[in-house]
């Protein structure tokens, strides 16, 4: 975990200096960290941007303590996964760290909302589809047979086009990243998500 130290060191550093509490924790990987727009675009519950570039769902439990635990949100979204699969992970590996994650941050903030974002069909991660689709579907099912307060959010679906491929339109020239338009989706998806909870509570 030594590669992450010091972006992590950064946003410790950073938090420190928090003018006012977050109410919305957004943590995970650089899908998180690259959204720009996000501090606007869920302004009404007080977002902070806890993402790390190119860390897997191990290293969101490895640094669980040092970035989230000291703050008392309201609810989190998680991102992750995507990279533990990129570096060759099997799906019930990432599944296995989910549940560390769960087990942590159930432990630490409490029964409070918790938001695990799908992982998404990346063009340049093509040939790792039936992975990504495993472990989706395997955390999705977890999600909904154990924990009650964790709500799994589907963008994996919003993001194919009409054969089933990804939608160029959602990713940046890398085919990973996402794009402007991809970030207007998952605004729109993870703040219906957000808002529907809220409605059934």
Not at 52 to 71: E, P
Not at 124 to 132: H, V
Not at 157 to 185: C, I, R, V
Request: glycine share 6%; proline share 4%.
């Amino acid at each position: 975990m030594i590669w992450y130290e010091e972006e992590v060191k950064a946003l410790e550093i950073k938090n420190k200096q928090l003018a006012t509490l977050p109410q919305t924790i957004f943590y995970g990987s650089s899908s998180i960290r690259l959204w720009d727009t996000l501090e606007q675009d869920f302004k009404d519950i007080r977002p902070l941007n806890l993402g790390f570039g190119g860390s897997t769902l191990a290293a969101c439990v490895w640094f669980f303590d040092r970035l989230v635990a000291n703050y008392k949100p309201h609810r989190m979204v998680v991102y992750a996964g995507d990279n533990d699969i990129g570096d060759g992970k099997k799906p019930e590996e990432v599944f296995m760290f989910f549940k560390q994650l769960v087990a942590q941050a159930n432990k630490q903030l409490g029964n409070i909302p918790f938001y695990f974002i799908s992982i998404k069909p990346s063009i340049s991660r093509w040939e790792l589809i039936d992975k990504i689709k495993y472990t989706n579907t395997l955390i999705e099912n977890e999600i909904n047979k154990l924990y009650p307060n964790w709500h799994f959010i589907n963008i994996y679906d919003n993001m194919l086009d009409a054969n089933g491929y990804p939608e160029k339109k959602y990713f940046d020239t890398d085919g990973l990243h996402l794009s402007t338009e991809g970030y207007k989706l998952w605004k729109k998806i993870v703040s219906n998500a957000i808002e529907t909870c809220c409605i059934k509570i």
